[in-house]
């Protein structure tokens, strides 16, 4: 049999396989779920008898830093040996540059997984510093359920005073710490959000690092009541409730349940930060598609930003899917496009 026959035969068998199964879960509900609905295994993760997890290496590559491109260079710097965090740095390649604008960044993942040097999340920053003309400061941060919230959160605050001292060459010699934004993609939107609320009223103990906006790209936010995108998309949409469901679990504060503002931000009008965010006149920029099962919250999130005041920016497109903005190239220069709209006066 022809290679690509065979193949298309297996993928077949599979997805049959895989309808069965559904059917069987749905007829029996008694049942467990198994298989394609355990998210561990959905995940490629085992749950270790101490609560950790074991997140099987080869479903997780992760890629060096680049110290030759065309595109950007990047390096791996420590952020707290105690912690074991660190800092992927992107520098452009680019004939001059000084005084460039500085990201902090926080990656995807649930807050359970994945990593600034998981390959996509990789060359998007890179993309990100060359097309943007911008310092990347991308943390890897602690990861739940060894640490659960608000480990992450503490580890991107900590980051923020790291670029303040300058105690590194690239942010001395070519960033410009008076020009912040925080941005994430998932959950790290979902960090970026938090993180600004945090550090909104730390600005005196930031000085000079100024903060201009956050950027939250498909931003992770959940509660307890299911949003109509969460209940109506297919789970080929991606992410479905199962997986979600396990991630805030795994996340969130032990005893919490998603009505906790770290998931839930819009309860009770929001934040009260959010009144400092207006003051200090931050810009915050949302980008979503109706393709992704989060999609909803995304527009609430917006929708009390602007309601409170806030100078708040929505790029809400049609179709698409969950990560789509870090997974492809073409999505990806759309996002920057709408990046230097919202900062047109700060980015390249
Ligand atoms: C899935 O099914 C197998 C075999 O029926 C069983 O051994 C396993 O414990 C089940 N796993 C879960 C998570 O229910
Ligand atoms: C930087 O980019 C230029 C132009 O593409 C390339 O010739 C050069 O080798 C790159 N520098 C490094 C150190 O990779
Ligand atoms: C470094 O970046 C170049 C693109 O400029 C790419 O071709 C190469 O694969 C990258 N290397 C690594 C180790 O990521
Ligand atoms: C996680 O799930 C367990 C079992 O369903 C539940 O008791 C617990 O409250 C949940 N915890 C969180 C943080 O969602
Ligand atoms: C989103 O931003 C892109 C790039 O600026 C733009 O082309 C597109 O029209 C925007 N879409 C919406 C729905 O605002």
Redesign the pocket.
Known sequence: MEYPTKLLLFFLQFTILTLHIQALDQTNSSKPQNSTTDPYKLLHIIQNPDGSLTRIKDYYPT??P?TS???SFSKDVPLNRDKNTWIRLYLPNNSKHVNLPIIIYAHGGGFILLSTATPNFDSFLSNTARQLGVLVVSVEYRLAPEHRLPAAYNDVLEALFWVKGKKDEWVKKYGDVSKCIIMGESAGGNIAYIVGLKASILTRELNPLVIKGLVLIQPFFGGVIRTRSELKLPDSAGLPLVITDLMWNLSLPLGANRNHPYCNPVLGAGSSKLEKVKKLGWRVAIAGCDGDRLYDKQVEVFKLLERRGVDVVGNFSKGDYHGVFVTETTKALLFFEFMRSVFYSYLA
């Open positions: 890629v060096p680049n491109s065309s595109i």
